[in-house]
């Protein structure tokens, strides 16, 4: 039915489009062709304003609204194709004699293609995600080269397709499943994040993973530490944090899910300051457990100058965030693989806790976003595999270990796996991931 719908409007816009060939050939009779006119006038204005009915039933408005632009760029597409070709055809048989017939078809042709054109891209660009500034700023560059601005039309329309569609089916999985409560855990999740980041209301560090979590009925805080310190000085803000969320909600104990450097810090506060009894489990999403040599050859080779200078720049910006005392160089250092083996050595697992842990790779440095799509290549020098900024032998820890990345060329990189740049990913959707993670807390009792 969709296809017999989009063949009609096609037909319809190169009717439109097409009306001064329609007239001069008669296919339009001169009795009441100015009705015929105006008919295809208001029509044409109708399926811009609504392109397909069946998008209304869309569980929000935002997709329904990239839906039908992405219904009016096909349209669009595809009559403007079959309308180019019928004025080449005609271009020899009107020439010389009937000429403004031909050029008054062309106009038409431009007027109508535009208003559908138009109507479609802006509901596109207004409302998809998975565009981002890239195909955004792409478009606008390459929409005056022919040929060159169809295939990137065409891109377009499949990204923001895949978007609304991917999008529409998760709400609805997600309410058809709302009874279910996957995620309601015995006890609340702690979200902890990594280095160099904080915890930000309107910017959330683990993009649409939290949301998509509290939907299927988990409970949700965050560490609210500081995004650069040494480990110690993090797991202190930490076991601080833990003590605040179990006195105030009587909860007894949390359920730990870090990333990256949180990883060791939680790791800290379990087992140096006294945590262990708060906590029920600790999940570690691509934390370096063995460091990274990378990081010991930077701190050993780069002269003491570079490193000061460095570090001051980092903590300058750090203060502005909300850090109050920032400390890039204890954080990167605590990250070596010597400060990791020398760790790993003074800082048990402790007993009565569930660990486990999660890791993933970038199969090419082109998978990541800068700047992980260069240390990526970095990385591989020295430690091998890589996720853009750890190693694959760095991930392992306690009884359960995850690994992940993609069939294609992509992979999954470090910030990936916290949905930091809101993507969605072909063969690994990072929300239901997570769904699942914390459901297997809770089937275990957590």
Known sequence: MKYIRRAGCVFFLCAAANIPFLYYYKIIPEKGGILFILLFVLGVIFLNIFPAYSNLRLPVRRLHVCADGCELLLYFLLSVTISAIGLVIMLPVLFPGNKWVWFA??????????????????????????????????????????????????????MAMEE?????????????????????????????????????????????????????????????????????????????????????????????????????????AISRLGMAEYVASLTTINTPHRGCIFADYLLDKLPQAVKDKVAEGYNAALRKLGDEKPDFIAAVTDLTASACKRFNQSVPDMQGIYYQSVGSK???????RFPLNFS????????????????????????????????GKRGISHGDMIDLNRENIRDFDVREFYVGLVNGLKERGY
């Open 164 to 268: 609304w569609e991917f999008e529409s089916g998760k709400m609805m999985q997600a309410q058809e499943r709302k009874d279910e409560r996957l995620c309601q855990t015995r006890y609340p999740i702690l979200m902890v994040h990594g280095v160099f980041f904080r915890d930000f209301k309107y910017f959330n560090y683990w993009g649409r993973i939290p949301k998509e979590l509290e939907v299927h009925g988990a409970k949700i805080f965050y560490g609210n530490h500081q995004s650069a310190a040494s480990v110690a000085d993090s797991g202190g803000e930490l076991a601080r944090r833990i003590k605040e969320i179990v006195a105030e909600t009587g909860c007894q104990k949390v359920n730990i899910i870090a990333h990256s450097k949180g990883g060791l810090d939680s790791r800290y």
């Open 376 to 407: 990526h290549q970095l990385v591989k020098y020295f430690d091998g595999a890589n996720d853009g900024l750890v190693a694959e032998g760095s991930f392992p820890w306690g009884k359960d270990y995850t690994f992940l990345t993609t069939s």
């Open 362 to 368: 970038l199969n090419v440095a082109s998978g990541g």
């Open 105 to 158: 078809d062309l106009a038409c042709v431009m007027l109508v293609e535009a208003s559908v054109f138009w109507c479609g891209i802006i509901r596109v660009y207004l409302t998809s995600s998975q565009l981002g500034v890239k195909w955004r700023t792409i478009g606008l560059l390459c929409g005056w080269i022919p040929v060159v601005h169809l295939v990137v039309l065409v891109k377009i329309i499949r």
